[in-house]
């Protein structure tokens, strides 16, 4: 069938991407789901700082790639070995496939598949392939969901069911800002009822984590950014305290949980600085490979810290997602607030402009827009 999506053509192109254009608005042919396979018309897909980096380079994938990784629709058809998903179901798509069958995936969500990761790694399907063409040419897969398109075909193990009555907006931001920053709270960091909890950075992931952390009811939640902007909602939306790092340093305040969200060493170190006596850093965002922190070890060994890895929260999506979808029917994961703007498709090469400035938080396409 012939579907609409936003391709990344080159890596690396200098910004401002508005005018650069790394992300064309192609007409592309994609294939029937195979055995394991859902065709789902998306809905709504959310702009995410892991599709900038793949824009700026950060992060290695080939192209062309049809990017697009945190995004919801309605499943159209199944294949033959589909298994309690059907059509007209709303679908949260999630940018790490489980095969339930490796070592990794019976870690309990502590390791990523290593199936899917290796399917991610070369921009194919879970099952083997691809499924997108344009012209004769072979397109790769982003994460397995490539959700900056029309439709999508995506492995059942990369969607997780929910309720009509949660939004596709709402839906989508619940399978990747939500669920690694909700989930890098909850399964990594893991805090106890008296334990005071910490996100540095505050960009959609880090806000999400906050807002996990207020829903959960914490005793004391601190944010920290250096945008005065995202302070600001941060206590709106339930925060205790805020402080920029310079404040935070200057006022020597600590904490025993500290989730790092922001993907640059600065952040690691200013959360690695925060985190109390005993406490646990948790670190969530993807800087350049090649970036590097510094931190007296000494540190670690004398005041009996952990350092923690968290990748997509170190969550088990079957599992999690509900949790997040009834926090959110509760009121208490106001996903909304999260959302920034609304664009379309065509606007995509301004959205990244957006993110990479620090001006939004979540900026989230929906399918039903005009195309500018």
Not at 149 to 155: F, L
Not at 258 to 273: D, K, N, S, Y
Request: net charge negative.
């Amino acid at each position: 069938m012939k579907i609409t999506g936003a391709v990344l053509e080159e890596v690396g192109r200098p910004g401002p991407y508005a005018d650069t254009t790394p992300l064309s608005i192609s007409e592309l042919e994609l294939q029937e789901p195979r055995a394991t396979e859902l065709l789902v018309r998306m809905e709504a897909a959310g702009v995410c700082h892991s599709d900038l980096s793949v824009v700026n380079g950060d992060r290695a994938r080939p192209v062309p790639m049809l990017l697009g990784h945190e995004a919801a629709g309605i499943v159209e058809a199944v294949g033959d070995d589909v298994d309690g998903i059907e059509p007209g179901q709303r679908v949260v798509m999630t940018f790490l496939p489980r095969c339930e069958d490796c070592e990794n995936c019976a870690a309990d969500g502590r390791l990523p598949c290593t199936p899917g990761s290796a399917a991610n790694a070369e921009g194919r399907m879970l099952s083997g392939g691809r499924r997108l063409t344009r012209k004769d040419q072979e397109i790769h897969h982003h994460l397995g969901v490539s959700g900056f398109a029309s439709y999508a075909v995506v492995d059942q193990a990369t969607v997780v069911p929910v309720g009509h009555d949660v939004p596709a907006e709402v839906a989508a931001v619940l399978g990747c800002a939500v669920l690694t920053g909700g989930g890098s709270l909850l399964n990594a960091a893991k805090p106890g009822p008296s334990d005071t909890v910490m996100i540095v950075g505050l960009g959609g992931v880090g806000l999400a984590a906050l807002l996990t952390a207020v829903g959960e009811g914490y005793h004391r939640i601190i944010g920290v950014d250096m945008a005065q902007d995202k302070l600001d909602l941060a206590r709106e939306i339930g925060a205790h305290e805020v402080y920029t790092p310079q404040q935070l340093d200057a006022e020597g305040i600590k904490a025993d949980r500290v989730v790092e969200c922001a993907g640059q060493p600065a952040a690691f170190e200013t959360a690695f600085r925060a985190t109390a006596v005993g406490g646990v850093t948790v670190t969530v965002g993807f800087p350049h490979p090649e970036a590097a922190a510094a931190i007296p070890p000494a540190i670690i060994t004398g005041e009996a810290r952990t350092i923690m890895g968290s990748y997509l929260g170190s969550s088990v999506p079957k599992r999690d997602i509900p949790h997040y979808e009834q926090l959110w029917r509760q009121g208490r994961l106001p996903v909304e607030r999260l959302i920034s703007s609304h664009i379309a498709l065509a606007d995509i090469n301004h959205a990244m402009d957006d993110l990479a400035a620090g001006r939004a938080v979540r900026q989230i396409i929906t399918f039903d827009r005009q195309e500018a």
